[in-house]
């Protein structure tokens, strides 16, 4: 927008002396077009036609210690400065200097304050408060707003007038428009949110689930693996034992020709070889005779299938054979007994 240095209405002092007007004003601060020493007043008509807003001086002085101490922490921008002094005139008197001032008709009190930007025009840099102005002072300003209200045409007026209501128009649709694009973009990313999180619950609701199904079926395999181990031990014990009792029988029946380890003797010297005590959860029994008249002793252990039932099934450790007539120990755990 083209920033301009206006007025409208009547002079400031006219004002003071007529005690009335039609005129209120807003301030606008906004860095100026760089002008040769001119001077503006900058107010806004009012469509009320209402009296003027009377700006008590006790009250600039308050806002003039504000915006000090805004300038020693060196947060005093234009922004600020807006903000703090809103409804207050002021006019231009340099290119980076502002005077705003304040009345009181009643009291016949006139108080201005004298703001200076840097060099950048963007920041202020020292503010000069003056209470109760002098008669000079005062008659100065009024030269200035009368000379600048001469200078400006009716329609001059009214174009700043339009623009300046275009300016705050625009200002409004753009804010607008940002929250109406934030308010869009926050429920997008909402959704999208609650979209991410029930699909992360699914995913692992799935995971659980396929988990869950993999567990059973491996305990299942585990049961029937375990039941027909179990089965093939019991028949094989069951053989076992049978085949012993047969072979008892026959050596029973044979003489004990050059023997001289007996089965209790082969059952010790299997212990001794393997390391077995007696304590030890290993079994050492005699099995059976073979073909060569050998003992074949039977190393295994109990293993408890059903702690609750007390089912076991044997686990094999390993087979021996030992000659009755030397004692010799030969490991034929490979040949399967």
């Known amino acids: 927008?083209?920033?301009?240095?206006?007025?409208?209405?009547i002079p400031l002092l006219a004002i003071l002396l007529a005690a009335c007007s039609d005129e209120s004003s807003e301030t606008v601060s906004q860095k100026e077009e760089p002008t040769e020493k001119s001077t503006a007043v900058h107010t806004k008509e009012n469509s009320n036609k209402t009296a003027v807003k009377e700006s008590s001086p006790n009250t600039l002085q308050t806002k003039a210690s504000t915006i000090k101490k805004a300038v020693n922490s060196k947060e005093a921008d234009r922004d600020y400065l807006l903000n703090v002094m809103n409804g207050y005139q002021y006019i231009q008197v340099g290119d980076n200097q502002y005077i705003y001032y304040g009345i009181n008709q009643e009291q016949n009190v006139f108080c201005m304050?004298?703001?200076?930007?840097?060099?950048?025009?963007?920041?202020?840099?020292?503010?000069?408060?003056v209470d109760n102005a002098s008669e000079e002072q005062i008659a100065l300003l009024q030269n200035q707003i009368q000379e600048q209200q001469k200078q400006l045409s009716d329609l001059e007026q009214q174009?700043?007038?339009?623009?300046?209501?275009?300016?705050?128009?625009?200002?409004?649709?753009?804010?607008?428009?940002?929250?109406?694009?934030?308010?869009?973009?926050?429920?997008?990313?909402?959704?999208?949110?609650?979209a991410d999180r029930k699909a992360e619950e699914e995913r692992l609701a799935e995971e659980e689930k396929k988990q869950q199904e993999e567990e059973e079926a491996q305990a299942k395999a585990d049961e029937e693996e375990a039941d027909a181990e179990a089965s093939l031990e019991d028949e094989a014990q069951t053989e076992s034992e049978s085949e012993q009792e047969e072979d008892t029988e026959?050596?029973?029946?044979?003489?004990?020709?050059?023997?001289?380890?007996?089965?209790?003797?082969?059952?010790?010297?299997?212990?001794?070889?393997?390391?077995?005590?007696?304590?030890?959860?290993?079994?050492?029994?005699?099995?059976?005779?073979?073909?060569?008249?050998?003992?074949?002793?039977?190393?295994?252990?109990?293993?408890?299938?059903?702690?609750?039932?007390?089912?076991?099934?044997?686990?094999?450790?390993?087979?021996?054979?030992?000659?009755?007539?030397?004692?010799?120990?030969?490991?034929?755990t490979v040949d399967g007994y």
């Open 250 to 332: 026959a050596l029973e029946e044979e003489e004990p020709a050059e023997q001289t380890v007996s089965q209790e003797q082969a059952i010790q010297l299997v212990r001794d070889q393997q390391g077995i005590s007696e304590d030890s959860p290993f079994f050492v029994t005699y099995d059976h005779l073979d073909d060569s008249g050998n003992y074949i002793i039977h190393v295994y252990e109990n293993v408890v299938d059903n702690e609750e039932t007390g089912e076991e099934h044997t686990a094999t450790q390993g087979w021996y054979q030992v000659s009755p007539s030397d004692g010799s120990i030969t490991d034929v």
């Open 159 to 194: 174009q700043m007038e339009k623009e300046l209501d275009d300016y705050y128009a625009q200002l409004e649709e753009d804010r607008q428009k940002e929250e109406e694009a934030q308010a869009k973009a926050d429920a997008e990313a909402e959704a999208q949110a609650e």
């Open 113 to 129: 304050m004298e703001v200076n930007f840097d060099a950048s025009g963007d920041y202020v840099e020292n503010i000069n408060f």
């Open 1 to 9: 927008m083209k920033m301009l240095k206006v007025a409208f209405g």
